[in-house]
Structures are given as C-alpha cells and as structure tokens.
C-alpha cells in the first residue's frame, strides 16, 4: 500500500498555468503506474493521465492531450502534473492515483490508492 498527497492546486485565470505535485510514500517500490484524475461538481470522477513508473508510457485523455504533461521524479518519489492553456472547464477536484486494477481501451481506469485531492478553480 502507498499513501499519496496532492498539492498545487489553486484559481486561476483561463488562459493560465499550474504544476501539481503528488507525493508518493509507503511501499513505493512496488508502484507501477501513477495517474491523474479528476471528479468535477455532479460529474463522474474523469481519467485525466498516468505514466508509467519508469516513465516509458504517458497516457492521456483526448481532453488534455497538448495542454497537460504528466511527470515524475523517481528520486523524490513525486508525481507532476503541468497544466497549461486551463480552461474553465478544467475546474475539478483533482486526485493522483497509484496501482491500477483496471484498464480499458488501453487506459487504466481504477487504481487502489487514492489522495485527497487537490482543488483546481479556472476563472472565465
């Protein structure tokens, strides 16, 4: 098991930029793939990113592809997200995630750790 914790997040304007950071601890020797998620208001928890722990695989959703780039330093054992070109409809709560269970269509879908959550506000 690992434990995860987000941080990053805050309002901005569209048009603008923020990194979030997900700090990985615990049995972080056995993690394979970390990812991104996010779960807007009245809305399904969404597939953002993931890469793979060596960082030979990045996946993302058609919706961020060219905007966001997902990273990690392996020495920190720190996961990134860059986020550039927000939208106000990029506005969710954001979560990192750790381990997935379940892929579909090549993506992984469900993970078994999970963070708080970091919350990400892009003002129109």
């Known amino acids: 098991q690992v434990q995860l914790e987000e941080s990053g997040g805050g309002l901005v304007q569209a048009g603008g930029s923020l990194r979030l950071s997900c700090a990985i601890s615990?049995?972080?020797?056995?993690?394979?793939?970390t990812g991104w998620f996010r779960q807007a208001p009245g809305e399904e928890r969404e597939f953002v990113a993931a890469?793979?722990?060596?960082?030979?695989?990045?996946f993302y959703a058609d919706s961020v592809k060219g905007r966001f780039t997902i990273s990690r330093d392996s020495a920190k054992n720190t996961l990134y997200l860059q986020m550039n070109s927000l939208k106000p409809e990029d506005t969710a709560l954001y979560y990192c995630?750790?381990?997935?269970?379940?892929?579909?269509?090549?993506?992984?879908?469900?993970?078994?750790?999970w963070g708080q959550g970091t919350q990400v506000t892009v003002s129109s």
């Open positions: 615990g049995r972080t020797f056995s993690t394979k793939t």
């Open positions: 995630a750790a381990d997935p269970t379940l892929w579909r269509n090549g993506l992984p879908i469900e993970f078994r750790s």
């Open positions: 890469i793979t722990w060596a960082g030979s695989s990045t």
